[in-house]
Structure formats: C-alpha cells, structure tokens
C-alpha cells in the first residue's frame, strides 16, 4: 500500500527525513495521507495524527481561508527531527481524499473514528513502529480518543480538544450571537430532539444550513458523545494540550477532559493559539495566522508530544 518512492524533505536543521506518500483502501473509498519518518533507523514509534473540522487537510490547511498555515505538516516534521514518525492524512470527502464520496444522509461521526482506526490498524502491521500514539486536533480530539479504544493504543493527545459535547458546543456558540429570543428557542428545542437522538422537520430555516434533515443523522451520531466520558475511558498515556490564546477552545474545555481523567497530564501553553503558533490574543493577528507559513508552530507543544511518545 505504500508507495515505493519517497520524497525527501530538508529541514532547516538540516535534517534529512522522508515523507512517504500512502493510501487506504477502508473499502467505502480510497484515503491518502502522507507517512513522515525520522533519519534514525527503525524500529521507531509513529503518531497517527487527525486533523480538526470541516475542510481542513493532513498539513492543518482549510480550503475556507486563503493562505496555509501548515500546523500538523510542521507538527509531523518536528517529531521527525525527535526520532518520531506520523502518519497524516485527508479526511474522506478533503483533498486528495475527497473521492471517498458518502451521501451526506449516510454520514455519520462513526466513520471518521473507522476511518481512523483503520490507519491506526494499517501501522500496527508495518514493522518498522513499535509503539503507537493517537493526536487528534481540534474535532479530532474526539475522533482520536473513539478510535484510541478501538486500537489499543499505545498513548493518546488532545490539541485542542473541547471538553463538552457537540451540541452543548453549538448552543455555546449561538448564545454569543444576537439571535431572536423565539429563535434561540428553536434552536435550543433542536439541539434537544437530536441529543435526544430524534430528527425534527421544524429546524430554524434561518439556521437551516446547521440543521437541515440531511445532516441531522450526523448530529445525532456526534451529539451522543460527551469527550469528558470518553476520555475517562482511557487506560493508556493521555497528553492534554491547550493553548492560551485560542479562540475557538478554551482552557476550560482542557480542565474539563484533565478532570474527567485524573491520570492524564495537562499541559496549558502559553500564548498558543487554535493553530498552534505563539500569536497573541489581538484577533487581527489570530485570524492572519491561520494563513501564515512563515510563522512556526509552538517548540513546546511538539516537546510534550515527544515525551509522552517517549515514555
């Protein structure tokens, strides 16, 4: 499944690694990611790295704004440069990805966590790692620690994670915006009924693009978890990043997934933003980093994933 050629990366430390490009066959659609490997030689551990919501792809890039900022395509080369390989990958319907075609009725937050589990699976039989780490980003963190059980693994990182479910999130978000009192009402009536595991034919049509009835299954598959219970869960090593300057995560979503599992480390990062470069809090500077390259991603994050993998 790997392809035989491998496109050699320099870094500026002058460091040689390889990025081998890869597929999955997860028989619903054919996923591509890209595997980033140490100079060492093997055997080495190797990370699985999910990417967060929406149109974000294997390097941290959405297609929704201009610019990249190459947040886990910089993660993955500086756990490279650690003795530490990962495989990062397009989420079916992202990128290269994007030919895993699922009707949107048919979707449901239980394949992205196969999906993962089935790159996790496809490591486990590649001699070449010993150990293996999930890092999910984002909405990741959550898709990571469903598959994390699925697989056993080895240790478990949550970037960003929210520590609250889905539809509490969205409630969260929307109660920050001026929206009618009757509205905000019928949202909240909504969230209920798909909480409830129920779809509704009365969604807010203002809010119809959130709640239309092709995506309510969806809903009612992600509302159903609650991270702060799935990451109790876990009997492995659990990392928990969070920056400081996110807007999109708050610290307390960390405290409430650290809470939730008192064996986990929880490492609060200041000044790290949603993307994970050292940006402060001034938005004009928050949203420019989202498309910004040139700006590296936090030393600090990459050494706490590095010595979770380690131990």
Known sequence: MRTATCLITLLAAGVLLAAEPVHLDTGAGILYGTLELPASKPPFPVVLIIAGSGPTDRD??????????????????????????????????????????????????????????????????????????????????????????????????????????????????????????????????????????????????????LFRPSVQPYLISWFKYDPAREIAKLKMSVLILQGTTDIQVSVEDAKLLAAANPAAKLVVIEGMNHVLKEVPADMQKQLASYGDPSLPISSKLVDEMAALVKR
């Open 60 to 209: 941290g890039n959405s297609a929704m704004i201009k610019g990249k900022n190459e947040s886990l395509k910089m993660m993955a080369q500086g756990l490279a440069a650690r003795g530490i390989a990962s495989l990062r990958y397009d989420k079916r319907l992202i990128a290269e990805s994007k030919s895993a075609a699922i009707k949107e009725e048919d979707l449901r937050f239980e394949t992205y966590v196969d999906d993962a589990a089935g790159w996790g699976k496809y490591l486990r039989k590649d001699a070449r790692f010993n150990v293996l780490v999930i890092a999910g980003h984002s909405e990741g963190s959550l898709i990571g620690m469903l598959a994390a059980q699925k697989l056993a693994a080895n240790g478990y990182i949550s970037i960003a994670g929210a520590g609250r479910p889905g539809g509490q999130i969205i409630l969260a978000q929307l109660r920050t915006k001026p929206l009618p009192a009757d509205l905000m009402k019928q949202v909240e009536d909504t969230v209920k009924a798909l909480e409830e595991g129920r779809t509704v034919d009365s969604a807010p049509p203002a809010l119809a693009a």
